[in-house]
C-alpha cells in the first residue's frame, strides 16, 4: 500500500545511488583488511578521539599486507581539521583512505579521501559559504567502516564540514565521493553511551521520516524509509536502556544504513535545514540538534500542509508516518507528535538552550536555516512565523 500513492500526481523518475559496495552484519569488520588490499597498499586511517576500534583494524590491514597512517578528527570536521588530513594523506603518498568512528569521522574521511586528489581551494568546492565547483579528479578510493548508528553516512555522497569562520556547517557533495565499500558491523555501536545512543538514533528516524514526506520522495526510497523506521521504533528504546542488547544494536545500524540511502535520494527537510546552521553557530552535536527539533518540526509541517494544502499527497504521507510510528491504524497527526514527544523526552534530549541558544538569536538561526539546501525538499515552504516558533518549542 505505501507505492499506491506513486500512481496519481506523483512523479516516477528518480535517480538511486549509494555505495559500490555494502556488507552488512555482525563481524564483518573484520573483512576490512582483505578489502583494503584490492584498492591498495598504503591506507590512511580517518578516525576519532577514542581508538578502541583501530588497533583491530590495524591488525586486519597488516595481516593483508597493508599499511597505514593515523590522522585523528577531534569532535565534528572543520575546514581546517580536513586541510590537516589532506596534507597527511598526500604526504604519506596513501592511495586509500579508511573512515572508523562517528558520521563526523566518515565525513572526515570522504572529504580528505575527495581532497587529496583536487588540486586548489578547499573552498573551491564547498557549499554556500564556496564556490560549489564539480571535483575535478576522482576521490581515493574510501572505505567506511560507521561505530554509531545514526548518520548514514557511509551511503551518502556528501561530507559535512563545520567553518568557525562563518559559523556554519556546509557540504562538500559530489557522487564521486560515495564510499567504495561501506561495512556495517552493529557490534562496533555496543559501547557508545545512552546519551550518544539517543542522539544518533533519533538523527536516524529523523532522517528515515524527512525523505519519505520530502517533495523529492520516490518509490524505491518509500520501501527503505518504512522498514528503518519499523526497526527504529522497535529498537530505539532498547539500545538505549542496554547498550549490550544485540538485536536492538543491530535493528539501529539497520535503521541507521537505511536513513543514509533515503536522505542521499529524496533529500531532508527543515529539521536539518536547521541543524546545519545551528550546529555551526553554537558548536552542538548534530544527532541532538535533530532529535531537539524533530517533533517541531513535524508538527509544523504537518499544521501548515493542513491550513494551506490540505489536498497535497504529501499529508497522507503524514498520516502513514504516524500509524508508523504509533503502530495505531487510527492514530491521528497529533498522534504522532505525542509519540515524538515522549520519545525525545524518554531519551533525554537536550533542549537547543542547553547549547548557548536563546530567543535573541532567532533571527540569525531562522535565516541561515532558510538558506540550507536541505529547506529545499521541505514538504512546503515554512513562513518565518512557522520557523521562529519550531525554534521556541525546541528551545
Known sequence: TFLLAHKEGERMTFEFATAQR??????????????????????????????????????????????NALFTVGGEPDVATVADGVAVA???QVNLVIGIGGGSVVDAGKAIAALATNQGDLY?????????????????PFIAIPST???????????????PEHRVKVSLRSAAMLPRVALV??????????????????????????????????????AICKDGIDHAVRALRRAYADGSDAEARRDMAFASLCSGLALANAGLGAVH????????????????????????VFATNARALIARAPHSPLLDRFRRVAVMLTGHADATLEDAVV????????????????????????????????????????PLLLTDDELYAILAAAA
Open 90 to 92: 598526500r604526504d604519506c
Open 339 to 378: 509519540w515524538l514527544q515522549s520519545l525525545t523526552r524518554d531519551l533525554a534530549i537536550p533542549p537547543l538552550s542547553a547549547y548557548g541558544y536563546r530567543s535573541a538569536d532567532a533571527t540569525a538561526v531562522v535565516q541561515a536555516a532558510k538558506a540550507a539546501s536541505s529547506m529545499k525538499a521541505n
Open 149 to 163: 548508528a545514526g548518520t548514514g553516512s557511509e551511503v551518502t555522497r556528501n561530507a559535512v564540514l563545520a567553518s
Open 273 to 296: 535545514g536547521f541543524a546545519g546552521p545551528f550546529g555551526g553557530a553554537y558548536g552542538a552535536p548534530h544527532g541532538a540538534v535533530c532529535a531537539a527539533l524533530l517533533a517541531p
Open 124 to 140: 573551491d568546492y564547498l557549499e554556500v559559504i564556496g564556490r560549489a565547483q564539480p571535483l575535478n579528479a576522482p576521490p581515493l
Open 185 to 222: 558491523d552493529p557490534e562496533l555501536t555496543h559501547s557508545l553511551p545512552p546519551a550518544q545512543t539517543a542522539a544518533s538514533g533519533l538523527d536516524a528516524l529523523t532522517q528515515l521520516i524527512e525523505p519519505f514526506v520530502s517533495t523529492r520522495a520516490n518509490p524505491l526510497v518509500d
Open 22 to 67: 555494502i556488507i552488512f552484519g555482525d563481524g564483518v569488520a573484520a573483512q576490512a583488511g582483505i578489502l583494503a588490499a584490492a584498492f591498495g597498499r598504503n591506507a590512511l586511517i580517518v578516525a576519532g578521539r577514542n581508538l578502541r576500534h583501530v588497533e583491530p583494524l590495524q591488525a586486519s590491514l597488516a595481516a593483508a599486507g597493508v599499511a
